[in-house]
């Protein structure tokens, strides 16, 4: 009988577990390493509509906004203040402030930067994996530059999917895998050196 109240009452302590709970659990363990290597997959479309691209490659992280996408035709790297697209197909990189360019993608802004202007919350009615928990953000006005973002946590606070609807109602998709902590990254990995013959845009 014990077990079963005991059993009950730590139920019933994981289910309580509000939005902030959560989020602090990601927090923590963003806080905890310096850099991790993982495989993705993005995707986007319409939120009336089926998901379109389904690209995959491989995701760099290091603290400080720092991070590098890899694709097959496609690399953008970023040192937390500059971006740097290059474009394999047109053989051109476009170099942009990470402040200035709406497209940025930052781990970072939506763990600790959006969150305190957003309402936050435990999502129930999506599909988890055993030990996943999701927390939806809300932006509390129209200023950024999403409506509504979801994100996927594992029982060890990682992330392991995220889904951003924008302003104009794209929904775009983040499925991370094969997640690596603390591969000692070193700082030249966020820096791109374009290589002779190619068309640098510099829109700085």
């Not at 109240?5 to 659990?25: E, P, T, Y």
């Not at 006005?141 to 946590?153: C, G, R, T």
Request: charged share 25%; hydrophobic share 40%; net charge positive.
């Amino acid at each position: 009988m014990k077990t079963v109240i005991a059993f009950i009452l730590i139920s019933s302590a994981v289910f309580a577990q509000s939005g902030n709970d959560v989020l602090r659990k990601v927090q923590n363990k963003f806080k905890s390493i310096d850099d991790f290597t993982a495989g993705f997959v993005q995707s986007s479309g319409s939120v009336n509509e089926s998901k379109s691209g389904g690209m995959s490659g491989k995701f760099f992280y290091k603290r400080k906004n720092k991070f590098v996408v890899e694709l097959n035709n496609q690399t953008i790297v970023c040192d937390g203040k500059v971006i740097w697209n290059y474009d394999g197909r047109f053989k051109r990189v476009v170099i942009s402030n990470m402040a200035d360019d709406p497209t940025s993608f930052s781990l970072e802004k939506f763990i600790f930067d959006y969150p305190p202007h957003c309402n936050v919350s435990v999502v129930k009615d999506k599909p988890v994996n055993p030990g996943e928990q999701i927390i939806e953000l809300i932006p509390k006005d129209n200023v950024m530059q999403f409506k509504l973002a979801y994100i996927w946590v594992s029982k060890h606070g990682l992330i392991s999917k995220m889904e951003i609807v924008d302003r104009g109602d794209i929904n775009y998709t983040f499925q991370f895998s094969d997640f690596k902590p603390d591969q000692h990254l070193p700082d030249s990995k966020f820096i791109y050196y374009p290589p002779k013959g190619i068309k640098v845009i510099d829109l700085r």
